[in-house]
């Protein structure tokens, strides 16, 4: 129950421009159907279903007996910095120092901090569409200018790198790429990504690369960063973590990695927002880098087995279509042939088929005649909501 007030809450302008991220909203609604007794299937977050490995965890519940309780470095341990330089050298190519590493509390923070650095009021930011909404809503709040680059089913949402030369403008200060890709699970082959950074050429402009699924790849699909095309590396701030690929979303723990003036920068943000990441979650970071990665092979050839089951079903329904995804665990389909509007179609499917799913709308404008489903749940679930579906369709379409 509301307390009563006679002082009208006076927020600041820019609090008008701040977005959200729909798959909160839609999962508090589907719990709350829950409540109420309903059957729900939850298609709708993007979190992993399995549990963070075991060694991790025991590293974790060492680290807190052990006494890392206490504040650390705004930047991170610098035993943790030190395990993802070498990491990112090793897979991305590139040599890193500790130096061009902080360490956040989540991946969202890597966003956040790099266009409040970077960004001033009217400067311009290219970004994905459909795409994490989080982008927009940051470069909006900031008063940047959001220019989204679209992502187009039949080249298997990738972009065309025509249209980003033709939207780079005086004005451009960052580029914002995501491969695999939120929420299609589209793969920018190393092709594009090479026509991307011709593209930008020499330019003064920065590229966050979001890359926080580069584990999750399927078909023998290679991961490859624009860090890794000469000339880009002190260009680009890459975003990663651990919570798509370990399992460790409740851990909250991402890191970006960057040349060693912009982390300072990135390290100041730090110390007047959150201090430090918690320390023992980090010394449970570096075993997952240095520790047993079968389970992160484990994981991702059972989303590569769910997403065949549940593309190959959504096919077969009236109304949907659906390209295979390459990377992370979402599948994209379009339902222009139901005839339904996204967000309607959402709603109608989590209240009258018990299955939650997210509108493409969601995601950007661009993401109309879309939605997005997370295959992040067991294979008896999955095929259950393609029943559902099924059934849904041939009552309503």
């Not at 059957?39 to 890392?68: K, M, Q, Y």
């Not at 360490?103 to 969202?108: D, T, W």
């Not at 470069?139 to 080249?155: F, N």
Request: charged share 25%; net charge negative.
């Amino acid at each position: 129950m509301e307390r009563a007030t006679q002082y009208e809450l006076q927020l600041a302008g820019r609090m008008s421009r701040l977005g959200t991220e729909t798959a909160f909203e839609v999962l508090n609604k589907a719990r709350s159907l829950e409540r109420q007794g309903r059957s729900i299937i939850h298609l709708e977050i993007g979190e992993p279903d399995f549990d963070t490995p075991a060694n991790v965890i025991e590293a974790g519940v060492n680290a807190l007996r052990h006494g890392w309780t206490h504040y650390g470095p705004s930047a991170g341990q610098p035993e943790l910095r030190q395990a993802i330089a070498e990491y990112v050298s090793r897979t991305r190519g590139v040599k890193v120092s500790s130096d061009e590493v902080v360490v956040v509390p989540g991946g969202k923070p890597i966003i956040f901090f790099t266009i409040l650095s970077l960004i001033d009021e009217g400067d311009e930011v290219i970004y994905p569409n459909p795409g994490f909404p989080i982008y927009e809503s940051m470069i909006r709040y900031v008063g940047g200018r959001a220019v989204p680059i679209q992502l187009h089913e039949q080249r298997d949402f990738s972009l065309d790198v025509d249209e980003l030369t033709a939207l780079i403008s005086g004005r451009t200060k960052l580029i914002i790429v995501n491969s695999p890709q939120n929420p299609t699970g589209g793969v920018l082959p190393r092709r594009d990504i090479e026509q991307i950074a011709h593209a930008i050429g020499d330019r003064n402009i920065m590229v966050l690369s979001d890359e926080i699924y580069s584990r999750l790849l399927f078909d023998g699909a290679q991961h490859f960063s624009i860090m890794s095309v000469p000339g880009m590396q002190e260009r680009t701030i890459l975003l990663d973590g651990f919570s798509k690929t370990y399992a460790m979303t409740g851990w909250r723990m991402g890191y970006g990695v960057m040349r060693a003036d912009l982390a300072a920068q990135m390290t100041r943000l730090m110390t007047n927002s959150n201090s430090c990441t918690a320390s023992f979650t980090q010394v449970a970071g570096v075993e997952a880098l240095h520790g047993d990665q079968s389970s992160v092979d484990r994981m991702r050839d059972e989303f590569q087995r769910r997403r065949d089951v549940f593309v190959a079903g959504l096919n077969k329904i009236k109304g949907f279509s659906c390209r295979m995804p390459r990377g992370a665990f979402y599948v994209f389909p379009n339902i222009t042939r139901t005839g339904w509007k996204s967000k309607a179609l959402e709603e109608a499917l989590l209240e009258q088929a018990g299955v939650a799913a997210l509108s493409g709308t969601s995601f950007g404008a661009f993401g109309e005649g879309y939605v997005r489903f997370s295959v992040a749940n067991s294979l008896e679930n999955l095929e259950e909501a393609l029943v559902r579906l099924d059934h849904w369709t041939k009552k309503n379409l």
